[in-house]
């Protein structure tokens, strides 16, 4: 046993590295002369140091990835924001496309007035065009915002934009018929415009 | 250092799990050290360890920054180790894990210096002891004795995790000591 309590506060004071330069010099002297007292010393020195060395174990290699699968899921718009953080191309086409499509659709709303290709034949009544029985129009016709009623002949394409065709059992169109309802449509009837301008002008 | 982990979990508070996978990687081997000298079992360490990082990811809204962040992350671990070792039954302690050999090529392959108290641990047998003397420490003697030897902090840290003045902690890793002397100072 050692000598005193104030001996073991000491050592233990010693062992936190939060002791007095004086009192360490007296426990050092009486650690020396005193056998119970170093024993006890040593025995706790020796006891920290197991402690301090004993193995240290690291968790399973996946503790990271069964962590993250557990947690509660994150909000919606922080994921999305990483994403185009990650991917600035992508983000970068999909606000092109975005853009462009938005102005073409800004157009499509905003062209809501009645309009078709001049033609000779043509007879118009309450926003429809009528290709009369027994005439033959020469050429293609766009009719906008309205309908069209084929009771005769159109050598040629006609493309109807936001309204309806009506072909009559005696009407005929040498052409192709095309209606153009839906936004998508007037998108991609403006995209084969554009190209077929584009094979136009270069077959020129 | 203290930067990153300001940012992380500025990102974490606005929901961005990826950058807690960050603060998890990093403390990951700490914590689980600590629910492992705490519990005895490395399958409950673990369990305990991931409840800890699940507990501090949805409670970081009440992380106070003036609190060293490591601080308190050894608060939420600390606290889940006592209430699991309070749920346990005593009886579970007798058959508690024994440490596995993983550990210890590692640590044979840390500097040599002839017959110290380190070169003895490399025994089985002894790293065995170590485990259950700090396993047999009372709870409150276990938490600071772990805190400080097995996870290396400092008796500020350990009073700032445990919400403990400095005095008190000092006492009890004292008492902790001689409990533990009692069983390792003979070998």
Same mark, same amino acid.
């Given at each position: 046993m050692p000598c005193s309590e104030k001996i073991v506060q000491w050592m233990h004071d010693y062992l936190d590295g939060d002791i007095q330069k004086e009192e360490e010099q007296r426990?050092?002297?009486h650690?020396?002369?005193?056998?119970?007292c170093r024993e006890h010393f040593y025995a706790l020195e020796k006891t920290v140091a197991f402690v301090e060395n004993v193995s240290h174990f690291t968790p399973s290699?996946?503790?990271?990835?069964?962590v993250m699968y557990n947690l509660p899921r994150e909000k919606r718009r922080v994921r999305w924001k990483r994403w185009f953080t990650h991917h600035p191309f992508l983000t970068a086409a999909s606000l092109f496309f975005?853009?462009?499509t938005s102005s073409l659709w800004a157009v499509w709303q905003e062209d809501n007035e009645f309009s078709f290709s001049k033609q000779e034949h043509l007879i118009v009544q309450n926003h429809t065009v009528i290709v009369p029985e027994g005439k033959v129009v020469e050429g293609d016709i766009v009719v906008r915002n309205g309908d069209i009623k084929i009771e005769g002949e159109v050598h040629g394409n006609v493309t109807v934009i936001n309204g309806h065709k009506y072909l009559a059992s005696a009407g005929e169109v040498t052409g192709q018929i095309e209606e153009v309802n839906e936004v998508f449509d007037w998108i991609w009837y403006n995209v084969k415009r554009v190209g077929y301008n584009i094979a136009k002008t270069l077959t020129k | 250092m203290d930067m990153f982990i300001k940012q992380r979990i500025k990102a974490i508070k606005k929901g961005d799990q990826s950058a807690f996978a960050d603060i998890v990687e990093m403390y990951k081997d700490k914590i689980y050290q600590l629910c492992y000298r705490m519990l005895g079992n490395r399958h409950e360490a673990e369990d305990a360890a991931q409840e800890a990082f699940i507990r501090a990811y949805v409670n970081i809204h009440t992380y106070d920054p003036t609190m060293k962040f490591s601080s308190w992350l050894y608060r939420i671990a600390t606290n889940l180790s006592i209430d699991r070792m309070r749920k346990k039954k005593?009886?579970?302690y007798l058959d508690a894990e024994v440490s596995g050999t993983d550990g210890l090529t590692m640590y044979s392959q840390l500097a040599d210096e002839g017959a110290s108290p380190e070169d003895a641990l490399e025994s089985l047998e002894l790293q065995q002891m170590v485990q259950e003397a700090i396993l047999k420490l009372p709870e409150k003697y276990r938490t600071v004795i772990v805190l400080k030897y097995i996870d290396e902090l400092s008796l500020?840290? #350990?009073?700032d995790i445990l919400n403990l003045p400095i005095g008190t902690v000092?006492?009890? #890793?004292?008492?902790g000591r001689e409990a533990l002397r009692k069983h390792l100072g003979h070998l």
């Open positions: 426990l050092r002297s650690i020396q002369q005193c056998e119970a290699d996946d503790f990271v990835k069964k975005l853009l462009s | 005593p009886d579970v500020q840290e #350990i009073s000092k006492t009890r #890793i004292h008492r």
